[in-house]
């Protein structure tokens, strides 16, 4: 009863088999090494190079991608391995020449993160190599058998990827967009029956759209998967689900927003039929092999909603119909953001943009090349606040402590002491103390358990034996029981190894304990000590800056319009920087795990606030030039009324983002009738064109304020899968 009971226990944490898949092809490679290494071959350096080599890659490095592309990845990476073991061999000589050398590696390869969040699990697996090859002994002509055991692990570890029980592929994200993309593209067709035809249903068709868009939520995808690195077709990838959001939201509007009689021929029911068609041919380009989709049929649409505006001849000859001008700027910027998600798709499938190809500068950044944007990356985080660089410093310094520790103190399994701390140390004091318990618990489990066998079986090839066992217990069984039992079987595993390859009784346990505990001291320490904030704060703090540029951007363009300022260039650029830092900092937070429970802003929602923003100005500025709506008292004054609110709106969130709280702010109402209410008194005296223009940027800015009442804090969903999880144990 007790077996069975534990193995639906694993089955309902492991569906699928993926993690115990995974953990009997790492078993089936790393045995096959060490037993060749260590007894075919007779060699134990060869043995320990192989066997951790093969850990390093298989465990460590949390990969992106299917099989065949993890595959290529491991092999790619062997030539930085191989230097960072010949770096490591050459400076065990001296415990300061190593720890130096931790110092600056452990950095470098950190802070590489910074251009892809999915490969930070690689930067482990490198650490490990140096760790491993910068203790003693000093042995550099050991340095072609070291070299040869991880080239051999990570050789027939990237084979097993492909050949052996591969994984099966998770759905991708653009996978994602283009279900979102069908969906929407659906709900465009039935809002456009129910804007001639009132009796027409949505529901369906609406709530499947709800559906699909919510699954395009960066937290839904496991961190190895989402689009989350400085190129340029991960950022058009993010750009995308931001306007299906927005294309949502506005659908939503104009099907809520529907005549009360039928009018067989209306030009936004046909803006949205277009729009239909461009988002289904844009979500299926994102398809391997599928030809791209130009949003030219879109462009001609959209002139001829914009050609149709009831503006009549300047004169006031009759009351104009309002309702039929909320519902025409209401198409035009849905059919905006449906430009910007077909752009995207044609930036998402690797289509070099040419000059007049983007309506917006939204996509300035696919012109230039893969290196100049991850130096861009690089060169932002470059920066005493960066939680990049306080991170990657806090890393490199933890480590390097550690490495002097373990050469003063003069331990016999020093690297253990860098392991703990890797193993413990995380992006914030408060993650790093979360670690600290499983790690130190688990290890003195393992080390009662190990210690007490040890102390009956003396003999080698009882371990040799048990070896197989204990890696599949420490790598499968244990990840999936949790961090505790993950800890216990680890230490197992190395007790049975090291029995096998430098017999030395129970006192190994004790080592492996005083190890440990040690490495992760000195783990805690550097996480509550230096910059104890972590990837939160740092994302906090650029969200709050993002927010305030894009409420600058808003009151300017509003400026604009009345004739009060010149168009908002220099506050438009400063959002698309802001929006730059952001998209890193969420790049980073969403690669760690965190407690979906205290999860307390709705990150995509805020993310989408500056996207809003930027396109919808410039669309808004092209049809309403600056200069409008000047001479119009009444118009100004309500205009800038609600820009003041929307400010607020826009600080209490930031606020909100800033600080956790969640205020209680006042629903904003988005429908036609309300608009009509609240221009009304303005009417007497204004012409058809002036009225447009009133309504256009009063619609605007009413959906900014929805856009803002979705930054709430989002159900508690549990985020598929983060790289400090599998974490083998220090």
Do not use: K
């Not at 480590?399 to 002491?417: K, M, N, S, Y």
């Not at 499983?438 to 080390?447: D, E, M, Q």
């Not at 429908?671 to 221009?679: E, K, L, P, W």
């Not at 709430?712 to 083998?728: C, F, H, L, Q, Y």
């Amino acid at each position: 009863m007790l077996a069975t009971s534990l193995l639906g226990r694993l089955r309902r944490r492991d569906p699928g088999d993926a993690v115990l898949r995974r953990a009997a092809r790492l078993t089936l490679v790393a045995s096959v090494v060490f037993y060749g290494c260590r007894y075919g071959a007779g060699n134990s350096t060869l043995a320990t190079y192989g066997l951790f080599g093969t850990i390093a890659a298989g465990s460590f490095a949390q990969l992106p991608g299917p099989a065949p592309q993890r595959a290529r990845i491991l092999v790619l990476s062997l030539p930085v391995a191989w230097a960072l073991i010949a770096v490591g061999s050459l400076l065990a000589w001296s415990t300061w020449a190593a720890a130096g050398g931790m110092l600056v590696v452990g950095f470098v390869v950190a802070f590489a993160g910074v251009g892809n969040p999915r490969l930070v699990g690689l930067a482990s697996a490198f650490q490990l190599f140096y760790i491993l090859a910068s203790f003693p002994p000093y042995q550099p002509d050991t340095l072609p058998e070291r070299l040869g055991g991880v080239t051999l692990a990570v050789v027939l570890l990237a084979a097993a990827e492909v050949v052996l029980w591969p994984d099966p592929v998770p759905v991708s994200y653009r996978q994602r967009l283009a279900e979102a993309a069908d969906g929407i593209a659906a709900f465009l067709d039935a809002t456009a029956e129910r804007l001639t035809d009132p009796h027409a249903a949505v529901g369906p068709r609406r709530e499947r759209a709800y559906d699909v868009v919510a699954a395009i939520a960066l937290n839904r995808s496991p961190p190895a998967w989402a689009p989350t690195a400085a190129g340029a077709q991960d950022r058009a990838l993010r750009i995308c689900g931001a306007a299906l959001r927005e294309v949502l939201a506005d659908a939503d509007r104009l099907a809520a927003d529907a005549p009360a009689q039928r009018i067989p021929d209306l030009a936004a029911a046909r803006l949205l039929r277009s729009c239909a068609d461009t988002t289904r041919a844009a979500g299926r380009s994102l398809s391997p092999g599928a030809p791209a989709v130009a949003p030219a049929d879109l462009d001609v649409a959209v002139g001829r909603a914009e050609a149709a505006y009831p503006v009549g001849s300047g004169q006031v000859r009759d009351e104009p119909d309002v309702p039929r001008l909320c519902r025409d700027a209401t198409a035009l910027a849905l059919a905006d953001q449906v430009r910007v998600f077909a752009v995207g798709s044609q930036v998402a499938t690797g289509a070099r943009l040419g000059g007049g190809d983007a309506s917006s500068e939204l996509f300035a950044y696919a012109r230039r090349s893969p290196w100049t944007l991850y130096w861009w990356q690089f060169r932002s985080h470059l920066a005493p606040r960066s939680a990049h660089l306080h991170s990657s410093l806090r890393l490199a310094v933890a480590l390097a402590i550690a490495r002097v520790a373990a050469g003063v103190l003069q331990l016999t399994h020093g690297f253990w002491v860098l392991l703990a701390t890797l193993t413990v140390l995380r992006t914030s004091a408060a993650d790093t103390r979360t670690a600290l318990r499983p790690a130190v618990l688990g290890t003195i489990v393992g080390v009662a358990v190990s210690g007490g066998v040890m102390l009956v079986v003396d003999e080698p090839i009882v371990y040799a034996v048990v070896l197989p066992v204990t890696l599949l217990l420490a790598f499968g069984v244990g990840r999936l029981l949790g961090p505790v039992w993950q800890q216990a079987l680890f230490t197992v595993l190395l007790t049975v190894v090291f029995a096998q390859l430098s017999p030395a009784g129970w006192q190994l346990a004790e080592a492996r304990l005083v190890d440990v505990l040690l490495g992760a001291v000195i783990g805690v320490l550097a996480g509550v000590a230096i910059w104890p904030r972590g990837a939160g704060h740092d994302l906090r703090r650029n969200a709050t800056r993002y927010l305030a540029a894009s409420a600058d951007a808003v009151e300017q363009t509003v400026q604009a319009v009345l004739g009060d300022a010149p168009p908002p260039t220099g506050a438009l650029d400063r959002v698309r920087r802001r929006m730059v830092l952001i998209d890193s900092s969420y790049g980073q937070y969403h690669s760690r795990r965190h407690d979906p429970h205290r999860q307390q802003v709705n990150w995509d929602a805020v993310l989408s606030a500056g996207h809003h923003v930027v396109p919808g100005a410039e669309s808004l500025l092209r049809r309403n030039p600056p200069g409008c709506l000047a001479g119009w008292p009444g118009a100004a004054a309500l205009l800038r009324d609600s820009a003041g609110r929307l400010r607020s709106a826009y600080d209490a969130v930031a606020d909100e983002v800033a600080h956790g709280r969640t205020s209680d702010r006042a629903s904003v109402s988005t429908a036609c009738v309300d608009q009509v209410d609240r221009i009304r008194p303005l009417l007497g005296g204004a012409d058809h064109r002036s009225v447009r223009h009133l309504v256009e940027v009063d619609r605007w800015l009413a959906g900014l304020a929805d856009t803002l009442a979705r930054a709430r804090p989002p159900a508690a969903v549990e985020p598929a899968g983060r790289s400090d999880e599998g974490r083998p144990g220090g």
